[in-house]
């Protein structure tokens, strides 16, 4: 059994993940946990769940998440009550911040006592521990209670780490992490302080000291103060030329150095260690990563992908191409209607071929809260962050960011992930050049397949079958086992879109006095099924709504008249009689919102031409009276 915090919060047996009911759930596994071996009162445990009012249910609720999980996690984790709380005891299942904590405790003493290469090779494991920000995917309630104590642990130990890396004369390979790092927490004056050590043991002063400046005008501006006594000491030792070398440098005897500490993304704190990357024969290395402030020998491994769902159900077919894509001589493109799951699959396969790209995998939802395109300049900075450029390296200009980019992939195998692309001329800036990284990309639009050289995966619905795993691993089997016809009736009114069958899903385990049929029930009212597909951040209008958004005016009103007809079936001439234009104009129209996504086409025997037919969510969101209520 492994039991992870670090990340998001899991549970694996035997190798298998073990499904858990969303945040909820999560929560309640996570502060068991964290509880230690103690008794967690059903206090505590309440205001973890539900905040300071919780539903009149609570107590029926939280008795129902306690037991799903002793069902769940099986016999070898002993779950109990204890008088007016729960305790849990893991016996010797491996869990991951007991793990972490053990590591940087034995790392931090040996630190201490000068075992320097036992430090930097214990708080090295614990640092490859963390896979993501602790306590993802619980309450906002356990994660502000715990996750600043996780995090600060983590920065503490990632210090002791190069503390121990310093002292064992690998500065230049520290350079690149420390710099993101002090980016990313330009507060801590020890980080800053390290940083600078690096960057004068390297032959760069001038550098060491812009940093220190740097960080004296952020003190100032922030907080009102001036740094402390130490760096202030750091600072003169580096003028005067005085600081001391590495206290016990290395001697090496080997050509590949051993790995630099845990490299750590903007988006993802804490993901896997740095692995040296060997440029082919013959190619040289390019004069522009020396003055990005990189290491050639010794570059960062970015990992900034968000974890696959747990719960993934279906896509064997398309997984299989898209893994043979991947692991050849082409990326791939993954298109489909909103709501089909093309990130989830997209993010699944990218953890399968991990061991594929050994040098990183860059992430960018190219898509910005509001449903506009995010600008590639902004990507390409996020890019050649993780990729270890040094922030005020990073060139200005749109031009410059993408031949630094393509030239920093040109040697190196990564797989770069572009979620919600727009159309191609939007990703066409950010594929990778030459070389052996590979690109996987997600959008609406079909014509993403005019990007040349990438596969194209089409999704569409959920096999019947498939559709009900996933309503089962989200909601739990039991729930539905009960009522099958009633699990029929929610996936065909979710059009058995994964989206849509995760929403109701997760209704369904947010509302255990419901059973399926009662939902079943709910959905089948037209009025209030987009209403019913809404929970917290999952909301299926809110992504048909981006699709939409992108239509031209004209195209949504008359998307609107066509689809208030109610009509299954739909051919130019129909539309042209509807929306009084010619024939020719009517299927260009029709033609358009295949290209979106919101309409299906096919041809029909005896058919004059094709034949059209909106999906039922697409129908009912684009007529004219939709007005969702609110949750």
């Given at each position: 059994?492994?039991?992870?915090?670090?990340?998001?919060?899991?549970a694996?047996?035997?190798?298998?993940?073990?499904?858990?009911?969303g945040?909820?759930?999560?929560?309640?596994?996570?502060?068991?946990?964290?509880?230690?071996?103690?008794?967690l009162?059903?206090?505590?445990?309440?205001?973890?769940?539900?905040?300071?009012?919780?539903?009149?249910?609570?107590?029926?609720?939280?008795?129902?998440?306690?037991s799903?999980?002793?069902?769940?996690?099986?016999?070898?984790?002993?779950?109990?009550?204890?008088?007016?709380?729960?305790?849990?005891?893991?016996?010797?299942?491996?869990?991951d911040?007991?793990?972490?904590?053990?590591?940087?405790?034995?790392?931090?003493?040996?630190?201490?006592?000068?075992?320097?290469?036992?430090?930097?090779?214990?708080?090295?494991?614990?640092?490859?521990?963390?896979?993501?920000?602790?306590?993802?995917g619980?309450?906002?309630?356990?994660?502000?209670?715990?996750?600043?104590?996780l995090?600060?642990?983590?920065?503490?130990?990632?210090?002791?780490?190069?503390?121990?890396?310093?002292?064992?004369?690998?500065?230049?390979?520290?350079?690149?992490?420390?710099?993101?790092?002090?980016?990313?927490?330009?507060?801590?004056?020890?980080?800053?302080?390290?940083?600078?050590?690096?960057?004068?043991?390297?032959?760069?002063?001038?550098?060491?000291?812009?940093?220190?400046?740097?960080?004296?005008?952020?003190?100032?501006?922030?907080?009102?103060?001036?740094?402390?006594s130490?760096?202030?000491?750091?600072?003169?030792?580096?003028l005067?030329?005085?600081?001391?070398?590495?206290?016990?440098?290395?001697?090496?005897?080997?050509?590949?150095?051993?790995?630099?500490?845990?490299?750590?993304?903007?988006?993802?704190?804490?993901?896997?260690p740095?692995?040296?990357?060997?440029?082919?024969?013959?190619?040289?290395?390019?004069?522009?990563?020396?003055?990005?402030?990189?290491?050639?020998?010794h570059?960062?491994?970015?990992a900034?992908?968000?974890?696959?769902?747990?719960d993934?159900?279906?896509?064997?077919?398309?997984?299989?191409?898209?893994?043979?894509?991947?692991?050849?001589?082409?990326?791939?493109?993954?298109?489909?209607?909103?709501?089909?799951?093309k990130?989830?699959?997209?993010?699944?396969?990218?953890?399968?071929?991990?061991?594929?790209?050994?040098?990183?995998?860059?992430?960018?939802?190219?898509?910005?809260?509001?449903?506009?395109?995010?600008?590639?300049?902004?990507?390409?900075?996020?890019?050649?962050?993780?990729?270890?450029?040094?922030?005020?390296?990073?060139?200005?200009?749109l031009?410059?960011?993408?031949?630094?980019?393509?030239?920093?992939?040109?040697?190196?195998?990564?797989?770069?992930?572009?979620?919600?692309?727009?159309?191609?001329?939007?990703?066409?800036?950010?594929?990778?050049?030459?070389?052996?990284?590979?690109?996987?990309?997600?959008?609406?639009?079909?014509?993403?397949?005019?990007?040349?050289?990438?596969?194209?995966?089409?999704l569409?619905?959920?096999?019947?079958?498939?559709?009900?795993?996933?309503?089962?691993?989200?909601?739990?089997?039991?729930?539905?086992?009960?009522?099958?016809?009633?699990?029929?009736?929610?996936?065909?009114?979710?059009?058995?879109?994964?989206?849509?069958?995760?929403?109701?899903?997760?209704?369904?385990?947010?509302?255990?006095?419901?059973?399926?049929?009662?939902?079943?029930?709910?959905?089948?009212?037209?009025?209030?099924?987009?209403?019913?597909?809404?929970?917290?951040?999952l909301?299926?209008?809110?992504?048909?709504?981006?699709?939409?958004?992108?239509?031209?005016p004209?195209?949504?009103?008359?998307?609107?008249?066509?689809?208030?007809?109610?009509?299954?079936?739909?051919?130019?001439?129909?539309a042209?009689?509807?929306?009084?234009?010619?024939?020719?104009?009517?299927?260009?129209?029709l033609?358009?919102?295949?290209?979106?996504?919101l309409?299906?086409?096919?041809?029909?025997?005896?058919?004059?031409?094709?034949?059209?037919?909106?999906?039922?969510?697409?129908?009912?969101?684009?007529?004219?009276?939709?007005?969702?209520?609110?949750?």
């Amino acid at each position: 059994m492994d039991l992870r915090i670090l990340g998001a919060v899991a549970a694996e047996l035997d190798g298998r993940p073990v499904p858990l009911d969303g945040s909820k759930q999560r929560t309640a596994l996570a502060a068991l946990l964290l509880a230690e071996g103690t008794v967690l009162s059903d206090e505590r445990l309440t205001v973890l769940l539900w905040g300071c009012r919780p539903p009149a249910t609570s107590t029926r609720q939280l008795y129902t998440y306690v037991s799903r999980l002793r069902t769940r996690l099986g016999p070898r984790l002993c779950l109990e009550r204890h008088g007016t709380g729960y305790r849990m005891d893991i016996g010797d299942a491996a869990f991951d911040g007991a793990a972490f904590r053990g590591l940087a405790a034995a790392g931090r003493a040996d630190l201490l006592a000068r075992r320097y290469q036992d430090a930097e090779r214990r708080l090295h494991q614990a640092l490859g521990l963390w896979h993501g920000p602790a306590l993802t995917g619980v309450t906002d309630q356990l994660r502000e209670s715990e996750g600043p104590q996780l995090e600060e642990a983590r920065l503490a130990a990632l210090e002791d780490h190069a503390e121990a890396a310093l002292a064992l004369g690998r500065h230049t390979e520290l350079i690149p992490e420390l710099t993101r790092q002090v980016a990313l927490q330009p507060i801590r004056e020890r980080l800053r302080g390290q940083l600078m050590t690096a960057l004068f043991r390297s032959g760069r002063q001038a550098d060491a000291l812009a940093v220190h400046d740097r960080g004296s005008e952020i003190l100032a501006g922030e907080l009102g103060i001036d740094p402390g006594s130490a760096l202030r000491a750091l600072r003169q030792e580096i003028l005067t030329g005085t600081l001391a070398p590495p206290e016990a440098p290395e001697r090496r005897t080997a050509t590949v150095s051993p790995p630099a500490p845990a490299a750590t993304s903007p988006a993802e704190p804490g993901t896997s260690p740095v692995s040296p990357a060997i440029s082919p024969p013959g190619r040289p290395a390019f004069p522009a990563t020396e003055a990005a402030g990189l290491s050639d020998r010794h570059p960062p491994v970015p990992a900034t992908l968000p974890a696959a769902p747990a719960d993934f159900v279906g896509r064997t077919t398309e997984n299989r191409e898209l893994l043979a894509a991947l692991r050849g001589q082409r990326g791939a493109v993954i298109t489909g209607p909103a709501g089909t799951g093309k990130s989830a699959l997209a993010l699944r396969t990218a953890e399968q071929c991990r061991e594929d790209f050994p040098q990183g995998r860059l992430y960018a939802d190219l898509r910005t809260a509001d449903g506009g395109p995010r600008a590639p300049r902004e990507v390409l900075g996020w890019f050649l962050s993780a990729l270890g450029v040094a922030p005020e390296r990073i060139p200005a200009t749109l031009d410059e960011r993408i031949q630094l980019y393509r030239t920093l992939l040109s040697t190196r195998r990564l797989l770069v992930v572009l979620d919600n692309a727009l159309d191609d001329a939007h990703v066409r800036l950010l594929l990778p050049g030459e070389g052996p990284s590979r690109t996987l990309i997600t959008g609406v639009r079909s014509h993403l397949a005019s990007l040349e050289g990438l596969r194209m995966v089409r999704l569409g619905p959920l096999e019947p079958a498939e559709a009900g795993q996933l309503l089962a691993a989200v909601a739990g089997a039991e729930r539905l086992a009960a009522s099958p016809e009633a699990a029929a009736r929610i996936a065909e009114s979710c059009d058995r879109l994964p989206l849509a069958l995760r929403i109701a899903a997760a209704r369904l385990a947010a509302h255990p006095h419901w059973t399926a049929g009662m939902l079943a029930d709910r959905l089948a009212r037209p009025g209030r099924r987009l209403a019913e597909l809404r929970l917290g951040s999952l909301d299926l209008t809110s992504g048909l709504r981006n699709v939409a958004d992108q239509l031209h005016p004209a195209d949504r009103t008359a998307a609107g008249t066509l689809a208030a007809t109610g009509l299954t079936r739909l051919t130019a001439g129909d539309a042209a009689a509807l929306l009084g234009t010619a024939a020719d104009e009517a299927e260009e129209l029709l033609e358009r919102l295949v290209d979106a996504q919101l309409l299906d086409a096919w041809s029909a025997e005896g058919a004059n031409g094709l034949c059209y037919r909106f999906p039922p969510l697409v129908q009912l969101f684009l007529q004219p009276r939709h007005a969702p209520a609110p949750c």
